[in-house]
């Protein structure tokens, strides 16, 4: 009979042994997993980001997986429709009881918070909060800060020669807010819609939150937030009894969102129905474009969304403080090539305000189609062939594809680029610090409320700050900002009287090449076949609408 | 052999005899054609894309179009999809997804990722040497000093070192007094990747030196006044070359290898300058539709790097008997 050496049995054994433990700890990643993903199964969904939000605290978030959450916790005095399409540009009283009373030809502003209201920790809600909630907003150099700078006092606040905003004044007694404006401002009401000013208590501290977040009213709230990893919302349980009308109540309990590296991991989680949701704000790979179409039918659709994609030039600095160097620049360019990078998911354009806006220009584009040679001939006129360049890029697909074609086109231009592709974390808070000196980049606005402004302001000198500028190319034109302040003044019932003269404001920054807009974004609304994809909302401001969103039966 | 060793009594130099072992290799001599064909080509990539393939390695084509066997194509399809190797001058390997012509970004990627390696092989020669001899020589505190501080780089993984170094220097560059380097300068990696390398080197060579300094010959200098230094340049350091010449094959070939894979990580070569790892990293996105965007550089990577492996043993087994004798059993 055949036997058995001891030694290798004991070898066959221990490896026996092995493979089980590593069968169990396989298993049990695997169950982990799936349990983190799915908890408490029926009520949680999870989406995977890899544009994670510059910042989920309420007075500083700007972005656009920022406002998605920051919507559905932080509620503002007013707000707008939970629809899709133009419905959803429709403001509505949120915290306030009615739309504002405007007064003193547009300059006085009133508004009424509801009785009874609470933040998700239970504190009662002031009307002094949305005072403090703005001066915070204001501290912590929220991105569009600007738009608070009409209210009296904001500037001296800013400065830091007032201790409070002058221009608000509240009584808590009869829940009432006035924000009184040193101008008309045509569109302030949809300002107060911004969950930036949301009401937070006074007790916040006045520096940006990365794991505390502070209670708002919602029909959501924030819980085990870790910075660049991960944050989750979950169903406010005392919003229910507010019976705010026209904000749902939500019907998942959680919804996580998961920072991921790379945009291909996340479609492919999403395809195989490992992860819930595809983040609005990010691209799909081209590679799994026709995969996703033939495969996940039914789950998938592009949704047209206004915005503007665009390289802004820094007038400060040299090479782009100089008209030809700007023009050369806007020469290089071909809007046809990046809009094949972005995988088709971008109308070529060259005006800031997109199509669908009040004050889109029909006017034919200043530098539309792409001329090397004349480009090359605009920068040897200006002496500046080889000027050194540095070109900022985030380090995602596919904008880091998009910043290597700019930096080779300005490189056939005839400069000297060197293509700098930041994390997608920082890159707002990196090319909006002056002391980056950032000479030319990648910059991109989606709609915050349907008016011309909300994009000009990205060339809007009161918008220049040291830290988290937003004109992110300095842009300062006296003629600019003369028309600026008097456009914005007109009313937003007005608007469209006006039109012809927002469209001759974006016309004269392209046809100075102030910026190199290139094209707008279509996004896309991508589930597992978990969530029920008719009913979930698309927004026209903030997107996936989560309060919107159902699980299949 | 006997025959061999008669041969190195009658007065042939070892380096002769190591090029007779060397000659009689045919893998190294394959290995040696294969590697030099590759250098030759990445040396004529100006050539190639001046004439053959009339573009530029940063060159964009996205909205061109092609004739490919008698059908006009895109060279980028309106989702994004580069063209595939065509086997004509125009995208020979295909386009990448900027429409930029691959072939030529190889060759280009393949001049970049050779300078990196080379100039990153110098670096790490030239400063291991100098640590490992005045370590080795002077032993005492600055041994212990040199020693520590290689301790140190060898503690934290090269590819993480490379990365946190690489990331850093890669937006601000190097700003020392008058030193200045640019984030983009192909000198960045070279500098980052000879750094983290020298331990590999020096503390074999230093073990050397140590026992080199113990030898009669050195002592026989000292005995006649002779310096530390002169002793270090004139009597040890001659018998560190064979070690030396083992070593800079292995650390080219090493030093390719990380590049491409800070490249791929994005702390080496910058985009849009093409180097075999950024092409890798650049093609990954688009795998499923356009393979030959990774396949592409990474043969080109694994050739090369197997041929200077290849021939780095083949330079061991003929500077060391010892090992032919082993390989011969």
């Given amino acids: 009979m055949k036997r058995t050496n001891p030694d290798r049995r004991h070898w066959t054994a221990a490896a026996a042994v092995l493979l089980l433990v590593v069968a169990v700890l396989t298993a049990a990643a695997v169950s982990a997993r799936a349990a983190s993903n799915h908890r408490s199964a029926g009520t949680s969904v999870t989406v995977d980001t890899s544009s994670p939000p510059n910042s989920i605290d309420p007075q500083s978030g700007y972005t656009v997986s920022a406002g998605e959450t920051d919507w559905l916790v932080y ?23 009615a739309l504002p009373t405007v007064t003193n030809r547009g300059k006085t502003y009133t508004l009424k918070l509801r009785a009874g209201l609470k933040y998700s920790d239970g504190t009662p809600v002031l009307a002094s909060d949305v005072k403090f909630a703005i001066q915070r907003a204001i501290k912590v150099n929220w991105g569009a800060s600007s738009f608070l700078m009409p209210i009296a006092g904001a500037q001296a606040y800013l400065n830091g ?47 940006v939150q990365t794991t505390q977040m502070p209670p708002g009213v919602g029909p959501y709230m924030f819980q085990n937030v870790v910075p660049n990893q991960s944050y989750e919302i979950t169903k406010n349980p005392i919003f229910a009894s507010f019976h705010i009308p026209g904000i749902p109540l939500g019907n998942i309990d959680t919804i996580k969102t998961v920072i991921v590296s790379n945009n291909t991991t996340e479609a492919e989680d999403v395809l195989a129905n490992r992860v819930d949701a595809f983040d609005v704000g990010d691209a799909v790979p081209p590679a799994l474009l026709g995969q996703i179409q033939s495969q996940a039918k039914g789950r998938f659709a592009k949704e047209t969304v206004a915005s503007t994609n665009y390289f802004f030039l820094n007038e400060r600095l040299p090479p782009f403080n100089n008209i030809l160097a700007r023009q050369a620049a806007a020469y290089a360019i071909d809007r046809g090539a990046l809009a094949r990078l972005a995988g088709g998911f971008v109308a070529p354009s060259c005006y800031f305000i997109p199509v669908g806006i009040v004050g889109h220009p029909n006017a034919k584009c200043p530098y539309a189609s792409p001329n090397i040679a004349k480009a090359r001939a605009l920068l040897k006129k200006a002496h500046l062939v080889g000027a050194k360049v ?86 300062d034109d006296p003629w600019i900002q003369k028309r600026l302040i008097q456009l914005e003044a007109v009313p937003a019932t007005k608007l469209q009287s006006i039109a012809s003269q927002w469209a001759a404001v974006d016309e004269y920054q392209a046809r100075k090449a102030y910026t190199i807009v290139w094209g707008s974004s279509q996004l896309v609304k991508f589930f597992s076949n978990r969530i029920d994809f008719s009913s979930a909302v698309f927004h026209p401001l903030f997107f996936d609408d989560y309060s919107t969103w159902k699980l299949t039966k | 052999m006997p025959g ?171 700003s020392l007094g008058p030193l200045k380097i640019s984030g983009d300068s192909l000198y960045i990696p070279a500098l980052i990747i000879g750094f983290v390398n020298i331990p590999y080197v020096a503390k074999p060579i230093r073990g050397q030196v140590i026992a080199l300094r113990e030898k009669e010959f050195v002592d026989a200098a000292r005995t006649l006044d002779a310096g530390g230094l002169r002793i270090m340049m004139t009597e040890i350091l001659p018998n560190l070359s064979s070690t030396i010449v083992v070593l800079v094959p292995l650390m080219v070939a090493n030093s390719i290898l990380l590049e491409a894979g800070l490249s791929y990580l994005g702390a080496g070569v910058q985009p849009p300058n093409p180097s075999w790892g950024t092409m890798i990293s650049d093609g990954v996105r688009l795998i499923t539709t356009s393979p030959f965007l990774v396949l592409v550089p990474g043969v080109a990577l694994v050739l090369t790097v197997l041929s200077i492996n290849i021939l780095g043993e083949a330079v061991r087994d003929a500077l060391d008997p010892r090992a032919v004798t082993r390989t011969r059993r």
């Fill in chain 1, 75 to 97: 509620t503002p005095l007013l707000t707008y429709a939970h629809e899709s399409g133009v419905a959803g540009t429709k403001l509505i009283p949120g915290l306030a009881t």
């Fill in chain 2, 4 to 174: 061999e060793e008669l041969r190195v009594g009658t007065g042939v130099g070892p380096y002769r005899l190591a090029l007779r072992r060397l000659r009689r290799n045919v893998a190294a001599l394959v290995a040696a054609v294969v590697f030099v064909g590759i250098v030759a080509c990445c040396l004529c990539a100006p050539l190639y894309a001046h004439y053959v393939a009339h573009t530029g390695p940063l060159d964009n084509h996205e909205t061109e179009r092609v004739k490919v066997g008698g059908h006009i194509r895109d060279v980028v399809s309106l989702i994004g999809i580069p063209i595939g190797p065509t086997w004509h001058s125009h995208f020979l390997l295909g386009a990448d997804f900027n429409g930029r012509d691959v072939a030529v970004r190889l060759l280009y990627g393949g001049r970049n990722s050779l300078i990196v390696g080379f100039s990153a092989t110098a670096i790490t020669m030239f400063a291991a040497v100098l640590i490992a001899l005045f370590a080795g020589y002077y032993r005492g505190w600055i041994d212990s000093v040199l020693a520590r501080m290689l301790d140190v780089i060898w503690a934290y993984p090269a590819i993480l070192l490379g990365v946190a170094i690489g990331t850093s220097l890669s937006l601000g560059g190097i």
């Fill in chain 1, 390 to 475: 540095s070109v900022y890029a985030m380090a995602k697909s596919p904008r880091q594809e998009e910043g290597q074609y700019y930096a080779s086109a300005l490189k056939q231009a005839g400069f000297n680029p060197q293509l700098k592709l930041i994390d997608p974390a920082i890159y707002w808070t990196t090319i909006g610090n002056a002391k980056t000196r950032a000479q030319t980049g990648m910059g991109g606005q989606f709609l915050d409320f349907p008016a011309p402004d909300d994009f000009l302001l990205l060339i809007d000198a009161r918008n220049i700050h040291p830290v988290k500028s937003n004109n992110f190319g300095n842009v």
């Fill in chain 1, 161 to 207: 020669t007032a201790s409070t905003i002058s221009g608000i004044t509240t009584n808590d007694a009869t829940r009432t807010v006035t924000f009184n404006l040193t101008t008309a401002v045509g569109d302030f009401a949809n300002v107060l819609a911004f969950p930036a000013t949301s009401p937070v208590p006074q007790s916040t501290p006045m520096t």
